[in-house]
């Protein structure tokens, strides 16, 4: 019994942990790629476009 409730919790576990950690990680990337242009490209701005 101990054993079919351990595999449930971790059938449920995992994927979230993967889920978020993914998360995680494409933050991390995004914030570091958002540094760098802003230093390859120094006082350049986005520029407004009509819809």
Do not use: N, W
């Not at 019994?1 to 995992?14: C, F, H, N, S």
């Not at 942990?17 to 790629?33: P, Q, T």
Request: charged share 20%.
């Amino acid at each position: 019994m101990a054993g079919a409730i351990a595999l449930i919790v971790a059938m449920l576990l995992i994927p979230v942990a993967v889920i978020m950690s993914g998360a995680a990680a494409s933050a991390i990337i995004g914030e570091f790629l958002r540094r760098d242009g802003i230093a390859r490209h120094p006082g350049s701005e986005l520029l407004e476009l009509e819809d």
